[in-house]
């Protein structure tokens, strides 16, 4: 067969063509491939030790179907029962909750496969429960629950906490015997505007304020909120965009919106609501509470109803509790709302299980997945940053 100089073209073209085409389709593949993995999200697991685990966990979650994976351990450490991380996402700081409790800093590898430690301090109390990072990210906060007082660290540059602390401790009691014995702080939490740390205490049914100077001293302890004889606050969060502040608490199960004023480190309640159906009459005790982003609905962990609550949240801060959930396992601790909005996943103590829920985000409510993981006493989860 003769080939002349058009043929000749014609065939280069057309395999130039074909090249081309297996590229592009090639690339169209690596694209989707990217691209279903950004479904695909890391979290922290935090548990008690004193069992089968033996620190600080990762596990993968897709937030397009609602399934994990299988975790890993990150580093080993005791009882990391609750964890904060740097907003760079570089660093991971956790309570290890102990008679004897001590905050322990952690930095991530190059390949933020594993976390090293740091330096680790005194959380100069007893069974630390909550820690947290102010919006500076040159202090830390942390309650120490057993002990009735908190500690607050510097944070030096380099991610490590200094060796100087603020120690200041609550004393009082509440009409609840024996949760309420003596005083028991809970939650430390710095307010949006860094010029206070709230101190949420069960002991003593307050929300303590301490002013923060420019040197980073607190100032004295001021009232922020007196609760209702024997509500046991626990936690306490921010609306995303309203000056508003909304409190678990564990031993009446109920929640609180509270409004704030962030000048003077006051708070004043707007309106309270049930996390319970009317009719239950068994013990509980409630423990975690997180927003929706669009700042719509509140949710709540009941222990011993094993339920989780669902509360709409009006414009005028009104609450109405509208639904309740059991969240499939026994002792529901904290959980998170994944950074779509789309799931809800609760760590169950006693039953050694996170499991998921999907969220409607315009009803607010949840239905349960059947998607979960088998862990031993996991009691904290967070999105990795």
Known sequence: MKFNCKSISYLFLISTLVVISCKNNETDTKEMAIQENTNEVKLLIGMYTDSIGKGIYEVNFDQENGQLGEPKLLVETENPSY???????????????????SLSAFQWNADKTKLNLLNQHPSAGAHPCYISLNGNQDLLAAANYSSGDFVVYNRLANGSLDSIAQIKKHTGSGPVKPNQDAAHAHCALFGKDQKYLYVVDLGIDEIASYAINEQNQLGEKMVALALDKGDGPRHLIFHPTKDWAFVINELSSTVICAKVDGDKGLFTTISKANTLPADYSGKNACADIHISDDGKFLYATNRGHNSIATIAIDDQGGLKTIAQDTIMGDWPRNFMISPNGKFILVANQLSNNIAVFERNKESGLLRYTDHQLSISKPVYLSTKL
């Open 83 to 101: 964890l904060t991380q740097s907003t760079d996402g570089n660093f991971v700081y956790a309570v290890n909750e102990n008679q004897e409790g």
